[in-house]
Every structure is written in structure tokens, then in C-alpha cells.
């Protein structure tokens, strides 16, 4: 299945200059949102993963029935002031200004092997600020996986180390 065909482009979404990749098409189709799963679920159910770790909200659409498949936790990371129990936050650069993202302090049991999963690698500033959220809680990013990559802005390298694995590329 030619997963590319269920990717739509949005130009100047939601602002100028910003082509943006949108997932509905592929959310419509339940073969084609099943063949995603199906991939991510072939790739990691033997890598003994604890947790699958996502960010709101597009990263949990896909992350809730991944976690469902493999049989281990889901666990959000969310906007400031969302989670309920105590938190910590980290905060990243945008290409205005700043952001932060929050996860519950008791999310990850220490040492947790940990996925991190999102529709998106584009500058990589956001997976980056998750990435330092699971380890300050005691996790360890085994991975972070993507629906789609926009190689061209080189978000693989704000990750460093970590691992990175896309299904799309543009
Ligand atoms: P970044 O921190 O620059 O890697 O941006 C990643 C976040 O922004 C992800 O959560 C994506 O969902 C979203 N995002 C960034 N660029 C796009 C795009 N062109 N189309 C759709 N979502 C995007």
C-alpha cells in the first residue's frame, strides 16, 4: 500500500510558508491506518519495550492503539496545566518564541524502555523536549518513530543518539 497517496498537503497551514501534512485521509481509511499500526507492531514487538511515550495530540491517535497491539502502557505527554497529577515540564524553542510539554512525574517505572511516537519529525525541537521528559523520569528512549519525516529540516540530529525511524519520507 502506497501509504504516501493518503497524505494530504495543506499549503500555508496554519500559517505562510508552512506546508502542512495532513493525516485525515489516512485516519478515513481503516486499511490504511491498520497497515501503520501493522508496521510499527511488526517492528518493535520483539525489542522488549516498556511504554510507548506520545505527544499531544496527533502522536496519540497513533500511539493508543500501538501501545493496544504491543501490550504495553500508553503514556501522554501533554500542554502545560492538561495532566492532573504533579508534573514535570520541559521547555523548547520555536521558530517564535518558546513551548513547554508536561509528563506526570510517576509516568515510567525506572529504567523503562521507551518508544517515542509521533505523525511528524520536523525540526525535531519537540521530540527532542520529550526525549528529555522520559529520561528525567527515570525512562530510556529506545527508538522514536514517525509517520512521517521532513528530512529536508534535519530533525534527526536534535535527537542525537537516540534512534530514529520514519515510514514516510519527503
Ligand atoms: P518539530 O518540533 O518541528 O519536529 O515539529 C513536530 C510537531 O509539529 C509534531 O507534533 C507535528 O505534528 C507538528 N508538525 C510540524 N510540521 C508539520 C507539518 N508540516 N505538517 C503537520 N504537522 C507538523
Known amino acids: 500500500m502506497d501509504l504516501k497517496t493518503f497524505i494530504r498537503d495543506i499549503p500555508d497551514f496554519p500559517k505562510k510558508g508552512i506546508m502542512f501534512k ?22 518493535y514487538s520483539k525489542v522488549g519495550l516498556d511504554a510507548v511515550v506520545a505527544m499531544e495530540s496527533r502522536g496519540f491517535i497513533f500511539a493508543a492503539p ?14 502545560p496545566g492538561k495532566l492532573p497529577y504533579r508534573t514535570i515540564k520541559e521547555t523548547y524553542e520555536l521558530e517564535y518564541g518558546t513551548d513547554s510539554l508536561e509528563i506526570h512525574e510517576d509516568a515510567l517505572a525506572p529504567g523503562a524502555r521507551v518508544l517515542l ?9 519537540t521530540a527532542a523536549a520529550v526525549s528529555r521528559l522520559v529520561e528525567r523520569v527515570g525512562g530510556k528512549v ?4 514517525f509517520l512521517m519525516e521532513l528530512s529536508f529540516l534535519h530533525g534527526r540530529e536534535k535527537l542525537k543518539t537516540t534512534p530514529v525511524n520514519s515510514i514516510i519520507q519527503y
Open 22 to 43: 495532513d493525516i485525515t485521509p489516512l485516519l478515513k481509511s481503516p486499511e490504511a491506518f491498520r497497515s501503520v499500526i501493522d508496521i510499527w507492531a511488526e517492528r
Open 66 to 79: 500501538l501501545a493496544l497491539r504491543l501490550g504495553i502502557p500508553f503514556i501522554p505527554v501533554r500542554k
Open 117 to 125: 511516537l509521533d505523525d511528524v519529525l520536523a525540526t525535531g525541537g
Open 142 to 145: 529506545v527508538e522514536a518513530a
